[in-house]
């Protein structure tokens, strides 16, 4: 389950001391003189844009039929209605909830999704349901206390506060039958039968479909039932043909994007279950859960608080006010779906599915509200401009096509006048008219390219399956394809460029060097002794030791995992440490201050103060030393010791922490719970218990996926919060610093003095950054608000809570799969499932791959389109009629739009992608290289097919044939089929525009090989048997070789076309250059 924000997702806890980034959404275009702001499609990024910019390009766009056109885009009002769904549950969720149940239980199944479990009877619980429910849904504390508190209901729920439920597949069933699962209904998903509808809205179909039964009725009423229904029906199939391949494509589309919705939604989360944490499915949570809670989380069900130290919960998305809320014994409850801002906590679940606010909000709401592309955007505008020249040269060929036909200059195959003002019938004369409208008509649906923008959703929707395999989730459509645009990637080390498998290496205890460092015997009992207790209790991981003497399994995040590894070899006995001392008060490690800690009560009544971080900030803190006899020493003489064994670490790669405490005077510690709230644990005057090396080995293949990036143009910036020290020797190791040489101010910087720097200063520096070491989220944050400021397009990785201001400012915000928190890939764009970087260099890819497929179909479709329309205005307005007529226009259209956007657009990316500079999003979509590939096709085309029109009957030596109307016929037949053919050859060099070799990998890509194959067997179909619908003949096979053969030319053409150099200038800025000019001095 996904959270919806209202607005921007930034929880308002968040630093984000560098401003809002309203200036940015400009900031490109500040840098391009010939930007033309009055482009109602100039956007380029749709990430934060707002909705005037969205309204303005829909109303400008040139459509026939809106609502496939804008299935895919941003519904302004759907997103309306989800806000006032939201307030209206909360006003009246009982009500919802009821007739919720009434409609399931009529139902007896769930529409789509996991099935819902409807709620039994309590069965062997001593509470019931609704009284359940109840308590939470209205936060009754009085009700709460009146079973006892927590304790009390965790006995009721037959739940051990301690280790969790049974959790066996009986004790799961039976709290499903009594409380409900944790599934909610999903609406269902457009049919296939609604997918027909809105195909067949299409206006030039209708009106298609309308001229298609009057030239039914006129053909029958002229020429009788037999002969007479072949022109209108031949139409009603070819529409009806079109509408079904639309419908078909359209709906396996739709299927891929719910797919990854399910994906999106189905959030992992860890629960105690037995004494041990295990991780499962948020839908796989019951009611009696314990659930660990820490920042970053999303509630995953409601509950009430076991306990908490700094618990704050974000629960805007629940009661729309941008509100931290403090969870304590006063205020226990909390929400499902809200999201953890500060802290850490236990819960007890208490409500699950739809027996939460948040499981009838997503009852009640279809999450897919759609969202537009900065492509999708940019080839709406290209749609709408073929479109309206389309538009005028269909007008014109109907202007003169009627003009010539009334002053008797439309003549018949045998030379006799199609209308003799006086002599012809009225029926004749309409049917005639009706045929010409019907041609007119065809070449608007030819000429208007719908598919265009719809290639898009389409490539993206293939790239977004196939990236899942590459262990990416796209959760934004647009940052798929501004990721083929990026210059610059800023990574985190730990777990992206590291395999995140740490182990305690090093170990540095009083003055010595503990080899191996989990040697106990080297080490004063003392130390051992406090070593164990502060690794136990400052700690948000455990141990679950098997009482048969199984393995020892420690869960928590690996730096935890590591330490606490490292503890238990030391001899630390998890459970018995922990039973020795109370935790009174606990400070959560601090992406600010890396460091957390912890205040502890002995049983004799002592208090000690537990911290633990990054080591030269805890040395920092430090005054005394325990020594290698036990005994206290003072650090001051010491301290460049110890601060040379921390450097020593880092140039080795380690992971640098250290181990610290002291004592707490009685009196300084609060009494009461108001008083911990806003106690600040005594960080000063610490006494050094060790400092560990962690080993963090670099993932296999990050240096080779490194010099990818760096071969493609991406510069790859590391921003980690490890010492500088173990993030320059990472660097060198990854390949992101080429030498030690490099490794100078400003190109490896520490996070502070970045800071430090003014907002100009920042800007010119951000460039030459190539690692930040001790950074903060908020240092990552400004480092990306500078680099988009001077030029780049941004891509961030982050995994944590803080870390979501810089992953929503950044042009593209990947959050990871592994570590990261629920808050982080909420904000993020795409979510690496694996954490590793080199998946985010198959990102990039998949990136520059969608770019260029839409430019290869952009460059088969325009040239279909040209040749098409040249060879019909041409032919109409010299002889009065069309070499192509309404069917075969239709079958054109056919294989141009959607089965040309199949193959063409699920074309799998080459690693020629990323030996270019990445795509400038201002480019423009038709390059020099498109245009000369494209004329030099169309010209050949159309240069081939009007000689054919003009001289055809003597070149087939038909001109002396006595059956005048069949030697037109085949001819005709012979232009329509060898525009085909062309179609098809041409198919193949539009996959490589720029290489020679247009047939490198074409046998593996085989939805092609299939579309080629299916397209050419139909052509067949239609020329040899299917004559009467199309107004086509059987063609021998020495037409059919010619046909062939002129097809075929196009191959060698292509290669040698693509040995003519183009210039660098887009062709576009010499057109729109004095249309700028003349603009920008009438403004002025």
């Avoid at 808050?823 to 080199?838: H, T």
Wanted: proline letters at 4%; charged letters at 20%; aromatic letters at 8%.
């Amino acid at each position: 389950m996904s959270s919806f924000y209202s607005g921007d997702p930034r929880p308002d806890f968040q630093d984000v001391e560098a401003g809002p980034s309203n200036d940015n959404d400009d900031r490109n275009t500040n840098l391009d003189p010939d930007v033309d702001f009055s482009d109602p499609f100039d956007i380029d990024h749709t990430k934060n844009v707002p909705p005037q910019a969205l309204k303005r390009w829909r109303q400008a766009a040139l459509v026939l039929n809106a609502c496939r056109r804008f299935r895919y885009t941003l519904d302004l009002r759907k997103q309306e209605e989800k806000e006032k769904m939201k307030s209206m549950i909360r006003a009246h969720a009982q009500v919802i909830r009821a007739a919720l149940l009434f409609k399931l239980a009529g139902e007896k199944q769930i529409v789509s999704g996991t099935p819902v479990a409807l709620p039994d009877s309590a069965g062997d619980y001593a509470i019931g349901l609704e009284k359940l429910a109840s308590m939470t849904r209205d936060h009754k504390l009085s009700a709460l206390e009146q079973y006892g508190g927590v304790k009390g209901l965790s006995d009721m729920l037959r739940t051990n506060l301690e280790t969790g439920i049974n959790g066996d597949d009986i004790d799961l069933s039976k709290r499903k039958n009594a409380f409900g699962s944790n599934t909610y209904p999903q609406k269902k998903g457009r049919s296939f039968w609604r997918f027909l509808w809105e195909a067949w809205q299409d206006l030039t179909l209708i009106i298609l479909i309308v001229a298609a039964a009057v030239s039914l009725v006129l053909g029958i009423k002229t020429e009788g039932l037999e002969e007479g229904w072949y022109d209108g029906g031949s139409i009603f199939l070819a529409v009806f043909l079109v509408i079904i391949v639309t419908a078909t494509s359209d709906y396996r589309q739709s299927l891929q994007f719910q797919n990854l919705n399910e994906e999106k939604r189905n959030i992992q989360l860890e629960v105690m279950r037995g004494g041990r944490t295990v991780k499962i499915s948020i839908y796989d949570v019951v009611v009696g859960d314990v659930v660990p809670l820490k920042i970053g989380d999303q509630v995953p069900a409601d509950g009430v608080l076991v306990s908490g130290h700094s618990l704050a919960v974000d629960e805007s998305s629940m009661t729309g006010e941008s509100k931290i809320v403090n969870k304590d014994k006063k205020e226990p409850f909390l929400m499902s779906g809200c999201k953890v801002a500060d802290g850490v906590g236990t819960m007890l679940v208490t409500g699950v599915g739809i027996n939460t606010e948040w499981g009838l909000l997503m009852a009640s709401i279809s999450e897919d509200t759609g969202e537009e592309t900065p492509l999708q955007v940019r080839l709406n505008g290209v749609a709408t401009f073929i479109g309206i020249v389309g538009l005028s040269v269909a007008v014109a060929v109907l202007l003169v096509l009627l003009v010539r036909y009334f002053i008797g200059h439309t003549t018949n195959p045998d030379g006799t006048k199609q209308f003799i003002k006086g002599h012809t019938k009225f029926d004749e004369a309409f049917n005639d008219v009706v045929k010409i409208f019907t041609i007119a008509v065809t070449i608007v649906v030819v000429a208007v390219p719908e598919g265009l923008p719809l290639a898009v959703t389409l490539t993206l929707a293939y790239s977004m399956r196939k990236m899942m395999a590459d262990k990416a989730l796209v959760r934004r459509l647009s940052a798929c394809e501004t990721m083929g645009s990026a210059t610059t990637i800023c990574s985190d080390k730990t777990g992206t460029l590291t395999l995140n498998e740490m182990t305690v290496v090093e170990a540095v205890v009083g003055k010595k060097k503990v080899i191996p460092p989990a040697d106990s015997s080297q080490l004063p009992a003392s130390v051992v002794s406090l070593l164990s207790e502060g690794v136990a209790q400052n700690s948000t991981g455990k141990v679950f030791v098997s009482k048969d003497g199984g393995n020892t399994e420690i869960s928590g995040s690996p730096t935890e995992k590591a330490i606490l590894s490292w503890a238990v070899m030391l001899g630390m006995k998890y459970d018995t440490v922990r039973s020795e001392s109370k935790i009174l008060h606990v400070f959560p490690f601090n992406s600010e201050k890396k460091r957390g800690g912890v205040a502890l009560q002995q049983v004799d009544s002592e208090v000690h103060i537990h911290w633990k971080g990054a080591a030269e900030i805890v040395l920092a803190s430090c005054s005394r030393y325990i020594d290698s006899n036990g005994c206290l020493q003072s650090i001051n003489e010491d301290k460049e010791f110890f601060k040379a064994a921390i450097d020593e670490m880092a140039a080795n790669s380690l992971r640098c922490v250290a181990l610290a405490y002291r004592l707490c005077e009685k009196e300084k510690v609060p009494t009461d719970e108001e008083g911990f709230n806003g106690w600040i644990l005594p960080e000063d005057n610490l006494v050094l218990l060790a400092i560990v090396g962690i080993k963090d080995p670099c993932r296999p293949g990050v240096k080779d996926a490194v010099k990818i990036c760096t071969d493609a143009g991406v510069k790859v910036r590391m921003v980690t919060g490890d010492n500088i020290q173990t993030a320059r020797a990472i660097a060198l190791e990854c390949g992101i610093l080429s030498s030690a040489e490099d490794a100078t101010e400003p190109t490896i910087i520490e996070g502070k003095v970045f800071r430090d720097f003014s907002d100009k200063e920042r800007e010119q520096v951000a460039m030459k950054i190539t690692v930040m070491g001790r950074s903060s989220p908020s240092d990552k944050l400004l480092l990306v608000q500078a680099l988009r400021k001077g030029g780049d397009v941004v891509a961030v990785t982050g995994d944590g809570t803080n870390d979501s201001p810089a992953l929503h400012e950044a042009d593209i915000g990947l959050s990871m799969g592994i570590q990261g928190t629920e808050v982080a890939k909420e904000s993020s764009d795409i979510i690496i499932l694996d954490d590793n970087f080199a998946s985010v260099v198959k990102v990039v890819r998949w990136g520059r791959s969608v770019y260029a497929n839409i430019q290869k179909f952009i460059q088969f479709q325009l040239t279909v389109n040209v040749a098409a329309l040249v060879i019909n205005v041409v032919a109409a307005i010299s002889s009065g009629d069309v070499p192509l007529n309404s069917v075969q226009l239709l079958w054109v259209n056919l294989i141009m739009d959607t089965l040309g956007a199949l193959a063409l657009a699920t074309e799998p990316p080459t690693d020629n992608l990323m030996h270019r500079s990445p795509v400038g999003r201002r480019e423009p979509l038709i390059t020099n290289i498109m245009w000369r590939n494209l004329l030099i096709q169309a010209s050949y085309q159309v240069t081939v097919l009007l000689v054919l029109n003009f001289q055809g009957l003597t070149i087939l030596h038909l001109k002396d044939d006595p059956d005048s109307e069949h030697a037109y016929k085949v001819k005709n037949t012979l232009i329509f089929n060898a525009f085909v053919m062309c179609q098809l050859f041409n198919e193949f060099n539009a996959r490589k525009p720029e290489e020679i070799n247009c047939f490198k990998g074409v046998t593996k890509n085989y939805l092609f090989m299939g579309i080629i194959g299916f397209t050419l067997i139909l052509q067949v179909i239609i020329i040899e048997f299917l004559g009467k619908f199309t107004s086509t003949v059987r063609l021998d096979w020495q037409l059919w070789l010619v046909s062939i053969g002129i097809g075929f030319i196009s191959w060698p053409l292509a290669m040698v076309g693509k040995l003519v150099p183009v210039p660098e200038t887009p062709v576009a800025k010499y057109f729109s250059k004095p249309f700028r000019r003349n603009k920008a001095s009438r403004n002025a």
